[in-house]
T-cell receptor, first 116, second 114 residues
Framework: DSGVTQTPKHLITATGQRVTLRCSPR?????VYWYQQSLDQGLQFLIQ???????AKGNILERFSAQQFPDLHSELNLSSLELGDSALYFC???????????????FGPGTRLTVL | GNSVTQMEGPVTLSEEAFLTINCTYT??????LFWYVQYPGEGLQLLLK?????DKGSNKGFEATYRKETTSFHLEKGSVQVSDSAVYFC?????????????FGKGTKLSVIP
């Protein structure tokens, strides 16, 4: 158990709909990262938040957005869903900060999104 | 940009066989390198890491050495077990502006048969 929780575990929805995925980081971790795992694209970084503020953006579509709340949990919002958005969405947390050589990330179990 | 290339599977080995999964990378600066493992139905777990050239990461019998001259970080295990069956991901982190986002390879599925 990594200490990172994600809800829901599974989500089935229709094209055009909007969903929200939730992530609670490990206690004490200030950074949350979102990744998408799909069969064709593999594992891709979407976006990172650190202590409530956006820190970095990767291959995130404009239809997707995220935020991190004062209690440090994060939500990933996916709208106008398409069939190709079907994937496993992971969040990871880390202590955060800068000036250190690496920052170990702890991954949640993921949310499997199926768009029909 | 940064990228990771790893051998694609699936790889099927008999128990106690030797395992090598090749991984090479392209990155600016001095990245840290990682191997993550994903067991069926689970999230990713960090298997081992190396943060500078010539470092050797090791855990649970797995090893990988950070080779800057060949930009490689191959994963090895001398004797695999059925319980090692999983998907293995090579990844790098090249910090920029305080972000340590990971760039992953496509993953290698390992099946170990008794």
């Amino acid at each position: 158990d990594s200490g990172v929780t994600q809800t829901p575990k599974h989500l089935i929805t229709a094209t055009g709909q909007r969903v929200t995925l939730r992530c609670s980081p490990r206690s004490g971790d200030l950074s949350v990262y979102w990744y998408q795992q799909s069969l064709d694209q593999g594992l891709q970084f979407l976006i990172q938040y650190y202590n409530g503020e956006e820190r970095a953006k990767g291959n995130i579509l404009e239809r997707f957005s995220a935020q991190q709340f004062p209690d440090l949990h994060s939500e990933l919002n996916l709208s106008s869903l398409e069939l190709g958005d079907s994937a496993l969405y992971f969040c990871a947390s880390s202590v955060g900060g800068s000036g250190i050589p690496y920052n170990e990330q702890f991954f949640g179990p993921g949310t499997r999104l199926t768009v029909l | 940009g940064n990228s990771v290339t790893q051998m694609e599977g699936p790889v099927t080995l008999s128990e106690e066989a030797f395992l090598t999964i090749n991984c090479t990378y392209t990155a600016t600066g001095y990245p840290s390198l990682f191997w993550y493992v994903q067991y069926p139905g689970e999230g990713l777990q960090l298997l081992l890491k190396a943060t500078k050239a010539d470092d050797k990461g090791s855990n649970k019998g797995f090893e990988a050495t950070y080779r800057k001259e060949t930009t490689s970080f191959h994963l090895e295990k001398g004797s695999v077990q059925v319980s090692d069956s999983a998907v293995y991901f090579c990844a790098l982190s090249a910090p920029r502006a305080g972000s340590y986002q990971l760039t992953f390879g496509k993953g290698t599925k390992l099946s170990v048969i008794p």
